[in-house]
């Protein structure tokens, strides 16, 4: 048998031809892939034997030495002709060559999020799933480990199966939907009772943590692993009905501005829940700390009489010189309104659009979302929009790590169309419509300044302060309405004109309702989510499991990349989607494209630690208690030596592994790692060594 190689060593030769098993321990995401190197050259050649436990024939030891001489010229080669540079593109450079600091377009990734609701099939009325949760709860926290151990039950039945774990699960997916957290809003008298169970199953996982570290050993290694695996699952369930429905419903209220539940109209509960599930997408997306971020919130008011009454609130209420300074023709700046009303728009109603940003040159962990809900929150006049009930509702959000344009407001995402010299356009499919085109962007549009010469040629365009190049997607957009095409089409003829690596997320008046994506490349990413009544679309996947488990994730370099149209009113699930590859060519999208991820909010949560570095430094100690727990126990009593007595089973040491081990016909374990594992490499190489 071969020993195993890592796929970065692909080509290199066994450095030990004895029947091995190679261990690779997983790295944290910051591991460099350089250790491999490292480990393999500090290794000193051993002495040749063949695989059949003899002394190596003269023909074998020759091989041995030509193998390893080819592979000492190789590294030779590499270190006499390496070229040493610094801060530039690898595609740039031919090879071997060591780039310290390189350019990577797409690394230093921004981060985007979005959300679109659609209407879902009403709640049973007959049993929520609030009460249905309970009664679940109620037959689960009566098989825990005391029944475990005392006989009651075997590990299989342990809080009540994995149906009834499943089954709790759907009940806080359900419990996520905008209808049914409304109600929980208002009616605290379920909103108390909920946060009982949630309370009761806390101090259950408690419970039950102590008396697995106390006892674990006395149950089999797969009974451990099935109890652990529900246990897990639990505490999944519990903490998202802690922190992804109760903990919401606190902060939808301190967003809104109102100082008790009973202020708030449900309409503008909707509107600030959109706001609120964004943000808290932008604060997991920003895991290093960003320049600058923005948000926007769109909604369509079918009474055109609205802007009767607003201009009455606005002399009552003084706000004429910031309305009139927010509602300006421009560029997006922070708190920015767009407002297009009455004959514009089919059927007469209003379009509005609030858009909020906020920058800084040191982009410190949470500082930017901690300055959009204050500014938010703050906001009279959205307030009062808010209250007004809106047939279509759509937000995008963005944080944004500058790599082309300097940090500024107008910089920040998203950006829209407007220009220097706003002139009345003429768009055929939308005859007498002003069109207002927001975007946000994660890569690069690498041939930006050549668009931009061209959309130049008879005056500038673009305002000074405006120097990113997501500039140039809303401008090239409009282009093509005005030679006559509708949205879907203006906007995949404008993403076929972009070079370069990119994942646009566009909404505009012109089409309410819908969010338009398009993702070209593999160095960026685009997560679609489905939720139980909502669209949710994130850069990461992290960004979108609060509300929406199962998503579908875009393919970049499917015929030159993939754009999708969410339409609220096109249904739910997948068939909501509208999907084709930039040449045109459709995609069928089906229930079974659908993933499931496997990560909660619980995963990623960075608690009250700074930054996640600290967080995983703090937690080693329990992880390692975790991994080892009920895994060995320490006999022999006081008088005689102690021992150790392993608790392995087959599921974790196969009978074919524990059989060579104690005949001797596996002689060497190679433990391999890199970056953090690579410590983890070292520490049971040394225990594991005979003394």
Not at 26 to 36: I, L
Not at 367 to 395: G, K, M, P, Y
């Amino acid at each position: 048998m071969h020993p195993a190689k890592p796929p970065e060593k692909q080509g290199a030769e066994e450095l030990d031809g004895a029947k091995s098993i190679i261990a690779i321990p997983r790295g944290g995401a910051n591991d460099s892939a350089a250790a491999w190197g490292l480990m393999f050259l500090s290794t000193k050649p051993p002495r040749p034997v063949s695989f059949y436990n003899r002394p190596a024939t003269v023909q074998e030891e020759m091989m041995f030495y030509t193998k390893l001489s080819l592979l000492i010229k190789r590294w030779l080669f590499f270190v006499t002709h390496c070229r040493v540079f610094f801060g530039i593109r690898p595609e740039s450079v031919g090879g071997p060559a060591i780039i310290f600091s390189p350019i990577l377009p797409g690394r230093l990734n921004c981060g985007f999020a979005g959300l679109l609701s659609f209407q879902p099939a009403p709640e049973n009325p007959g049993d929520p799933a609030d009460q249905t949760l309970r009664k679940l709860w109620e037959k689960a926290n009566k098989n825990g480990l005391e029944q475990v151990f005392g006989g009651k039950t075997d590990p299989g039945g342990y809080l009540n199966g994995p149906e009834t774990i499943q089954s709790l699960a759907d009940c806080v997916n359900r419990l996520k939907r905008e209808d049914v957290q409304e109600c929980l809003f208002f009616q605290k008298d379920r909103t108390a009772d909920l946060t009982r169970v949630a309370g009761g199953m806390k101090a259950f996982l408690a419970a039950e943590e102590k008396i697995l570290e106390d006892r674990a050993a006395g149950l089999s290694s797969a009974g451990l692993e099935t109890v652990n695996r529900r246990l897990l699952s639990l505490k999944d369930i519990c903490w998202m009905l802690e922190s992804d429905i109760l903990a919401n419903l606190q902060k939808v209220l301190s967003l809104s501005g109102a100082e008790k539940y009973s202020s708030l109209q449900p309409a503008a509960f909707r509107k600030y829940r959109k706001l609120n599930l964004l943000l808290n997408a932008l604060d997991r997306l920003e895991v290093r700390g960003r320049d600058s971020a923005g948000i926007q919130l769109a909604f369509f008011l079918k009474d055109a009489k609205v802007l009767e009454e607003l201009d009455r609130r606005i002399e009552e209420n003084g706000w004429g010189e910031d309305y009139r300074r927010r509602t300006q023709k421009g560029d997006l700046i922070n708190r920015s309104i767009f407002i297009s009303g009455g004959a514009q728009n089919p059927g007469g109603g209003i379009h509005i659009a609030f858009t909020y940003k906020t920058f800084s040159v040191v982009g410190e962990l949470g500082r930017n979302v901690a300055d959009l809900r204050q500014w938010i929150s703050r906001d009279a006049i959205l307030q009062w929009f808010a209250a007004r009930a809106s047939a279509d509702e759509s937000a995008i959000a963005h944080t944004r790590w500058a790599s082309v344009g300097s940090i500024t407001e107008e910089n920040c995402h998203p950006v829209n169309n407007a220009t220097l010299r706003p002139e009345l356009s003429d768009f055929p499919a939308y005859p007498g419509r002003e069109a207002h085109i927001s975007v946000v962007l994660n890569g690069d549009i690498d041939n930006y300044p050549a668009l931009r010469r061209d959309l130049e040629q008879d005056g500038e365009q673009i305002a000074p302060d405006v120097s990113t190049d997501t500039k140039i997607i809303p401008l090239q957009i409009e282009k093509y309405l005005r030679k006559g095409q509708n949205l879907t089409d203006a906007f995949r003829l404008a993403v076929n004109d972009f070079e370069g690596s990119h994942a646009i997320a566009m909404q505009s008046n012109l089409e309410p309702g819908k969010i338009f994506l398009a993702l070209q490349g593999n160095g960026q990413s685009i997560y679609v989510g489905v939720g139980e009544d909502a669209y949710m679309i994130s850069s990461e996947l992290y960004g979108l499991v609060e509300i929406a488990p199962r998503f579908i994730r875009m393919n970049g370099e499917e015929a030159g990349g993939q754009l999708f149209i969410l339409d609220q009113n096109r249904g739910t699930g997948a068939k909501g989607i509208a999907a084709c590859c930039y040449d045109g060519a459709p995609i069928h999208l089906e229930e079974r494209n659908l993933q499931t991820a496997e990560i909660t909010t619980r995963d990623i949560d960075r608690g009250c630690f700074p930054h996640f570095f600290l967080k995983e430094i703090s937690e080693s100690v329990r992880s390692v208690q975790g991994t080892l727990r009920g895994k060995y126990r320490i006999t022999g009593a006081a008088s005689a030596p102690s021992g150790i007595l392993f608790n392995l089973g087959e599921d974790m040491v196969p009978a074919s592994i524990r059989n060579g081990l104690q005949s001797g016909l596996t002689r060497n374990i190679f433990v391999i790692g890199h970056g953090t594992a690579a410590v983890a490499v070292s520490i049971s190489s040394r225990a594991s060594r005979p003394k």
